[in-house]
């Protein structure tokens, strides 16, 4: 199975900060058949992003993705306060499906 | 609007079974594949198990193989998880969410959660 590497694990930073998620792959994915999820505490996961850099419905335009083969970004342009949470990066082109560890956006 | 509400879950001997279900409120139930995918206590997401918007597709993770058994009522519009032989390891917030595709594919919207708790 494919295995997902997020970096770093923890990013402090400001509201109206840029932060920059990193997701590596141990194989490439196919066809950019990467997702990004959010999750606050005690929520469930929210879909972010799907095929690495389409947004997914009512996900506001601060929030982008880019990459393809082993190396994807996530990219918030300006941080608002409701963007400290939990993102995860997912490969949905070889099954199974498998998730990153995790990159924690927190305040500073 | 898709809302998925899980429920089903609770405090189980180790050895024992449960059976999670994931009720729809979705216009088109058939046209979408749910999965389950569980999130163990200040861990990740491991993805479960998915079946096919008519059911006749279903998919496991290898390693939950012959354990879990994924059904779905369509005139319920829900789905189901049957989870057996329960270990400590298997303790998790499980999460039923909808996918455009079965089998693997990114996941759109999400329940909840149902806990699930192996212990004695």
């Known amino acids: 199975e494919i295995v997902l590497t997020q970096s770093p694990g923890t990013l402090s930073l400001s509201p109206g900060d840029r932060a920059t998620l990193s997701c590596r792959t141990s194989q490439s994915v196919s066809a950019s058949y990467l997702a990004w999820y959010q999750q606050k505490p005690g929520q469930a996961p929210r879909l972010l992003m799907y095929?690495?850099?389409n947004r997914a419905s009512g996900i506001p335009d601060r929030f982008s993705g880019r990459g393809s083969g082993t190396d994807f970004t996530l990219t918030i342009s300006r941080l608002e306060p409701e963007d400290f949470a939990v993102y995860y990066c997912?490969?949905?082109?070889?099954?199974?499906?498998?998730f990153g560890q995790g990159t924690t956006v927190e305040i500073k | 609007e898709v809302q998925l509400v899980e429920a089903g879950g609770g405090l189980v001997n180790p050895g024992g079974s449960l059976r999670l279900s994931c009720a729809a409120s979705?216009?088109?139930?058939?046209?979408?594949?749910i999965n389950w995918v569980r999130q163990a206590p200040g861990k990740g997401l491991e993805w479960v198990a998915s079946i096919s918007g008519s059911g006749t597709y279903r998919y496991y993770a290898d390693s939950l193989k012959g354990r879990f058994i994924i059904s779905r009522d369509n005139a319920r519009k829900s789905v189901y998880l049957q989870v057996n032989s329960l270990r400590a390891e298997d303790t998790a917030v499980y999460y039923c969410?909808?996918?455009?595709?079965?089998?693997?594919?990114?996941?759109?919207?999400w329940g909840q959660g149902t806990l699930v708790t192996v212990s004695s």
């Open positions: 979705i216009l088109s139930f058939t046209s979408y594949s």
């Open positions: 997912h490969q949905y082109g070889s099954s199974p499906g498998t």
């Open positions: 969410a909808t996918a455009p595709v079965a089998g693997v594919s990114y996941l759109d919207y």
């Open positions: 095929g690495s850099f």
